[in-house]
């Protein structure tokens, strides 16, 4: 195996890159598929009514209502879910492995990562809440589902295609964001100044970057298949919380997203763009097998160094 340390990554063939991420692409793919069944499926099936639409708007002013209520959701799910991995991380600012001055550190690293994520959560919810407004209803793909049934069949080929299509559209302006020199500077910079992540870090992000990369990307879905609302939306959730796992860096993170900030090069030298799986990283050989120890809590003494965050 090759050390983490090595660089670039190894640009094998498809076929031996394949064999040697097969369980990554297995483990997300089976992870995808089983929660989302499980979790939605038994709402859409006591929810004839939402196949329409997940929230009934018609005025102006429910929209404006709307947006509030689902940047409060959104807001409680981002906080709940980094914020339960952060308190359990040994590099954590609740660890007793670090000095207090390491804490602090890890402290004020977090604070700006929030900051950052009150700005892109905002205009994500003000892009969702607008599709569902504006743009959904007319849509060939909406009410689709009002008059034909939804089995776990359709559930499946939703997720199926839902995956892939996010996941390919992430990994492609992922990758503009680096190679293209004033993208980076003007936009992605303000993601990579955190070279060690916490959990909170998913969405500290420039706002055109969260929005392309996130509601954007989420909706393309509807403009291919019929997509049930419920489904979309869960699929939303597990998006979220699969990007949080992914920057706290331990289990969660299957397509080793840890690393991508932290063993990265700058902005040409950098690998593993992908979201749910190896895939696009595998066919265009930027995949870089190993991670790295997660578990070192030394990183933080290094943080201070890394997260002078541009906010320009």
Known sequence: MKSITDFPPDRQNFKAAIEDNIGSCIIGLLSFLSLISAISWPYIKMNRILSEHLIDMTSFNDYLVVNIFVFASYTLQYMLTAGILEYTNPRGFKSDLLTIEQRQQRKRQVRKELLLS??????????????????????????????????LLWLILNALVYGFIFDSWFYWTHRALHESQYLWDKIHTTHHAFKYPSAFCQDAVHP???????????????????????????FGLFTSCFAIAAHDGRLGDLN?????????????????????????????????????????????????????????
């Open 256 to 312: 080793h997203h840890y690393a991508h900030h932290n063993k990265g090069k700058g902005r040409l030298h950098n690998f593993n763009y992908g979201l749910y799986w190896p895939l696009w990283d595998l066919i265009c050989g930027t995949r870089y097998r190993d991670r790295p120890d997660t578990n070192d809590v030394n990183h933080s003494s290094k943080i201070k160094e890394h997260t002078k965050t541009k906010f320009t």
């Open 208 to 234: 055109l970057e969260g929005l392309v990369q996130g509601p954007v990307g989420h909706y393309l879905t509807a403009l291919v298949i019929p997509v049930h609302p419920i489904a979309l939306a869960f």
């Open 118 to 151: 009150t700005g892109a959560m905002f205009g994500n919810t003000t892009y969702a809440v607008g599709w569902m407004y504006f743009i959904e209803p007319y849509l060939w793909t909406t009410n689709y589902f009002v008059n034909n049934k939804y089995t």
